[in-house]
């Protein structure tokens, strides 16, 4: 009696790890690929752009609401990603460090630029042209971190060969490139490296879908 206790209770967990890892592995990057496509850069240099907050001011509260959506399921992505690659370990270990670091640095970073944002409609910029020198340029060197999802995405994706195809994980690899649609300042890429990862992911959906699969 006492077995068959604990089995169902195990059991009884799974299914809720593994629908929050499926909707992490799909929604993470469409919404954070969304969220860059719609992004009008708020940004001249170091100076606000208030022509764009201003005339654009709902693409970017969109984009903002986008990422802040996007970025909870993306940290699950990368969770649902590392335990698809466990069976070697220090590349799943190592892969989800590198992308968690990678992920905050690029949240952090996006909110730095909210303030922006609720200058809608200010016509008074003299105080905040100081406070804008000062975002654009924080001391903060944990925010020129983003680079590490890359490498974060490069490790996992080695940590699931064997366990996926080979186009899969290339398709994982590639999908990670989200960091050159911001360095570039061209958003849109970010839609077909979305794609790359939905694609990738597709047979750790089924994984986690499966009912034989213990994960």
Known sequence: MTTTTEVTAVTGRRPMGSVLAVISLILGPVLLALALATL????????????????????????FNLAAAAFPFMF????????????????AGAGLACSILGLSAMFANSM???????MYGIDDHSGFDQLAARLSSPPLVALFAFPLFVVGTFLA??????????????CIVLGGLFPMAVITGVGVLALPI???????????????LSPDEGQ
């Open 112 to 118: 730095l630029s909210v303030p922006l944002v609720l």
């Open 40 to 63: 009008q850069e708020p940004w001249i240099g170091d100076a606000p752009d208030y022509a764009i907050i201003n005339n654009e001011h709902g693409l970017l509260v969109l984009s």
């Open 194 to 208: 979305a794609a790359l990862r939905i694609a990738g992911s597709v047979p750790i959906v089924k994984r986690f």
């Open 157 to 170: 994706g080695a940590s699931l060969r064997g366990v996926v195809p080979g186009w899969a994980v290339v």
């Open 76 to 91: 699950g992505s990368v969770f649902a990603l590392a335990v698809a690659g466990r069976r070697s370990r220090r590349l």
